[in-house]
């Protein structure tokens, strides 16, 4: 089974940047980017990124303010802080080389230690995602870890990942372009659950990440508060800005970082 789910992603992995390298910091990079945004949005800015700090050093040496510009867009600004004090910590000890040193950096989980030590230094272990963790309960054949094929586990891991993004996907399992089908103890069982009773997704338009993600791009931008919200979703949401260290209020005005 192991073979050919391999078999099946050297045939269809997608060519992406963090894909060629081995470096920890890029991959690193490309992991915290990859937590909110689509892969289509992060090809570019990952590119601008490594251009700017091409190393874990260059990226310690930035300051915040410049690392939240750099970062507007990209979802939670709270991770790009941390992506920094990472790097400042590796720039000083050097880098961890397994999973369980790795997650004892800053706005590092298990998650993303495992896809760092597993890509990075083919450490022999699973990076388990929500994909992962469908897939391999579907499959019925123990958990990740106990998936992982011999020296081979990082490509094992994206595998999964791929797997679960394209085809055993949450609500329908493609189980006839599935390369594990044969092995599965969930083959053609995957019903799609009634959607008509699904809870219906807030707008993000009315959430105050939406809000607080304003505050930071038109701080970014040099231009004060955003325009256009009221002042009730503006407040609590510069009050948590303030609170995680994104934004300072001096009596000049507020800055970021
Ligand atoms: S056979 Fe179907 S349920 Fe099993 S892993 Fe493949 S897609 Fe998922």
């Given amino acids: 089974m192991q073979g050919a789910i391999l078999d099946w992603y050297a045939a269809v992995r997608r ?40 190393s874990a050093a260059a990226l310690a040496r930035a300051t915040p303010a410049a690392v939240l510009r750099e970062w507007v867009g990209l979802g939670y600004n709270r991770r790009a802080l941390w992506l920094r004090e990472a790097c400042a910590i590796v720039a000083r000890d050097g880098w961890p080389q397994t999973a369980a040193e790795l997650v004892r950096l800053p706005g590092v989980g298990p998650y993303t230690a495992a896809a760092v ?23 019925g054949r123990g958990e990740p870890a106990e998936l992982l094929p011999a020296g081979r586990a990082g490509d094992f891991n994206q595998a999964l990942m791929e797997l679960g993004a394209t ?43 939406w809000v607080r993600g304003r505050i930071v791009s038109a701080l970014a931008a040099g231009q004060g508060m955003p325009a256009g919200i009221a002042p009730e979703r503006l407040e609590p949401a510069l009050a948590g800005l303030v609170r995680d260290g994104l934004v300072r209020r001096t009596a000049a005005g507020l800055s970021l970082g």
């Fill in 15 to 54: 060519d992406l940047p963090w894909r060629r390298t081995r470096d920890p910091y890029a991959i690193l990079v490309s992991e915290v980017m990859l937590q909110q945004t689509q892969v289509a949005r992060v090809v570019g800015r990952y590119e601008a990124w490594l251009e700017r700090w091409p």
């Fill in 117 to 139: 030590a597993s890509f990075a230094f083919g450490e022999q272990v699973a990076a388990v995602d929500t994909n992962v963790r469908r897939v391999a309960a579907r499959l």
């Fill in 167 to 209: 085809v055993c996907r949450a609500r329908a399992a493609a189980c006839a372009e599935c390369p594990a089908a044969g092995w599965c103890a969930s083959r053609d069982m995957v019903a799609a659950p009634p959607r008509a009773g699904a809870r219906k997704r807030e707008r993000f338009e009315d959430s105050n990440r």
